[in-house]
């Protein structure tokens, strides 16, 4: 059976985590999604999202896992 001590451990590295996926999109989002290249790979032309649509989406995501943080705090 699982210690508390090691089982929140766990739930600590499974924030880190999350947490280091989600700066990773956000790195990635800022850096390269916003290119101004209009080729893909496979040569054809693609119609890139405004870049303030793509910021305002990551504004709602970042205020709902704040909400959800939050929640977990207040009610630990």
Same mark, same amino acid.
């Given at each position: 059976?699982?210690?508390?001590?090691? +089982?929140?451990?766990?739930?600590?590295?499974?924030?880190?985590?999350?947490?280091?996926?989600?700066? /990773?999109? /956000?790195?990635?989002?800022?850096?390269?999604? +916003?290119?101004?290249?209009?080729?893909?790979?496979?040569?054809?032309?693609?119609? /890139?999202?405004?870049?303030?649509?793509?910021?305002?989406?990551?504004?709602?995501?970042?205020? +709902?896992?704040?909400?959800?943080?939050?929640?977990?705090?207040?009610?630990?």
């Amino acid at each position: 059976m699982m210690g508390e001590g090691l +089982f929140t451990g766990m739930i600590v590295l499974f924030w880190v985590a999350e947490a280091l996926f989600g700066a /990773l999109v /956000l790195y990635w989002f800022l850096t390269q999604g +916003f290119d101004s290249d209009k080729d893909t790979a496979a040569g054809g032309p693609v119609e /890139l999202e405004d870049s303030s649509a793509t910021i305002k989406s990551l504004g709602m995501w970042a205020v +709902f896992f704040g909400v959800l943080v939050l929640g977990i705090i207040v009610g630990a």
